[in-house]
Structure formats: structure tokens, C-alpha cells
């Protein structure tokens, strides 16, 4: 098993500093995007503090199977979805214990989706409204569900395209990393099958731009470098509000 993985992230063109952070580690087979939010800089401090956890614990976890985690695991789950589990529930600690510490951090917090490979399968785990989908077969398929008002009231209402379009608060999210001291995370479990491309992204982009665009693009770009860039070009062509980060992720069995 490899994994081929491309990541960039951009400003966007309405704001003014980058609240979005990627985390590439092919060495773990683990890829993240995480999305801050908070008054000032604080986002991008919640975003990286994220970040810089999992790096820490899946570097110190890789190197020591004996090393103690800080959090149990789950009977119910294997020990590559409990390591996902935790490093994701360790960053959310650290995010809170920050922003309970330090006032110019006060109510920080942060959306994330990672993904590990593990062997023949892979886990998504995420909280918020950061996206993971998977590109297979030329079809694009979203894999993970927005922790938000809208999707909430979307579900629970039978509404109209226009209902749905004027809905006021789209950006308000339910679920994300260091708002409370503990964090319910939704963690699937996929089997990734040769040639399978998975896109990891902030809102800047999925809210920017439709699915079917995404799908084009990526039917037209094997080079994911490439695909990436046009992908964030058009979450800028089409305004560009908020920040844009995208991982693409190229699963190859052998």
C-alpha cells in the first residue's frame, strides 16, 4: 500500500489572514485539514494547536506501540480507529485548556477531518463541518456529515432549494474541537479500493464549490498537484469568501 497526496491552502479572497491549517504526514499515512475559528488570530492558533497535537501523537505513537496514550481505548473499536479516536480527542483538550488559560484565546476552537491509512482500510474521523469525500469510479461521494444548524435544520425540514439557499446561519457549527472539555467524534471505517482519491477540505471550498464541479476536475486531473490548485482557483473564481484548503490523497494497493 501507498498513498500519492497533494494539500494547499489560501487565504481566499475576502479575508485577511488564513485561519485553515493541512497536516501532511505520509510517514504515518495520516492527513488532516482543520479550520479555526475565533476573535483576532485565535483560529489560527486553535487550528495549528490542533494540528501540532496530532503530529505529536501519531510521531510519538509510531515510534512506540508500548507508549501510553492519554486516553482509553475503545473495546468496540481496533487500535488504528482508537489511535485516530484519541489523537483527535487530545487535540481538542489542548485547544481547550488553551483557550481556558489564555484570554486572548478565550472561546477559540476549531473543524477538523483526518485520515489514516492503516494496511488495507482507512478511517475518517471529523468534527464540524470540514468534508472528507471520495472520488471513485469518476463518481464523487461525501463521506462525512457537517456538524451544523444548517445540515440540523435541513435534516429535520422538508424545505425548498430557495428555503434552503436563504437559510441565515450556515456558518454556525454544533460540534468542534476545544468549545467544551470533551468532544463527540464521528470516526468511519472505509475500504479503499486501488485508484480511490480522497479529498479532505475546509468550507471555503465545499461551500464554494458544487459537487459536480469537484467531480470534473478531478475526472479531467490525475496529477494531483494540479487538481488541487484548480480546485481552490474556483472556490476564488466563484468569490473566494473564506479561506480554502483542500487535501487529495491517491489510495494505490500496490
Not at 105 to 126: D, I, Q
Not at 182 to 209: F, I, Q, T
Not at 232 to 248: E, K, P
Request: hydrophobic share 40%; glycine share 10%.
Amino acid at each position: 500500500m501507498r498513498v500519492e497526496v497533494a494539500g494547499k491552502t489560501h487565504v481566499g479572497m475576502k479575508r485577511a489572514h488564513n485561519e485553515d491549517g493541512l497536516l501532511l504526514m505520509p510517514d504515518q499515512a495520516l492527513f488532516a485539514v482543520c479550520d479555526g475559528m475565533g476573535g483576532h488570530s485565535s483560529g489560527e492558533v486553535a487550528s495549528k494547536l490542533a494540528l501540532d497535537t496530532l503530529t505529536e501523537f501519531f510521531g510519538l505513537s509510531g515510534r512506540d506501540a508500548e507508549a501510553t496514550w492519554p486516553f482509553k481505548m475503545e473495546n468496540s473499536r481496533g487500535y488504528d480507529e482508537n489511535r485516530l479516536l484519541v489523537g483527535l480527542k487530545l487535540a481538542n483538550r489542548v485547544v481547550f485548556e488553551r483557550s481556558a488559560s489564555d484570554e486572548t484565546c478565550r472561546g477559540m476552537g476549531t473543524t477538523a477531518v483526518a485520515l489514516h491509512f492503516a494496511g488495507a482500510v482507512a478511517f475518517v474521523g471529523h468534527v464540524g463541518d470540514s468534508r472528507a469525500y471520495r472520488f471513485r469510479g469518476a463518481v464523487l461521494e461525501q463521506l462525512t456529515e457537517d456538524h451544523s444548524l444548517f445540515n440540523a435544520f435541513k435534516k429535520g425540514k422538508n424545505l425548498s432549494q430557495a428555503e434552503l439557499d436563504a437559510f441565515p446561519q450556515k456558518n454556525v457549527i454544533m460540534r468542534a474541537l476545544g468549545i467544551n472539555e470533551k468532544v463527540d467524534v464521528d470516526v468511519a471505517r472505509l475500504e479503499p479500493s486501488d485508484g480511490d482519491v480522497y479529498l479532505l477540505c475546509s468550507d471555503g471550498l465545499s461551500g464554494m464549490v458544487p459537487d459536480a464541479q469537484v467531480q470534473e476536475v478531478l475526472a479531467r486531473r490525475s496529477n494531483l498537484d494540479t487538481a488541487c490548485a484548480q480546485l481552490i482557483d474556483l472556490a476564488n473564481a466563484n468569490g473566494g469568501v473564506d479561506n480554502i484548503t483542500c487535501i487529495l490523497a491517491r489510495y494505490c494497493a500496490s
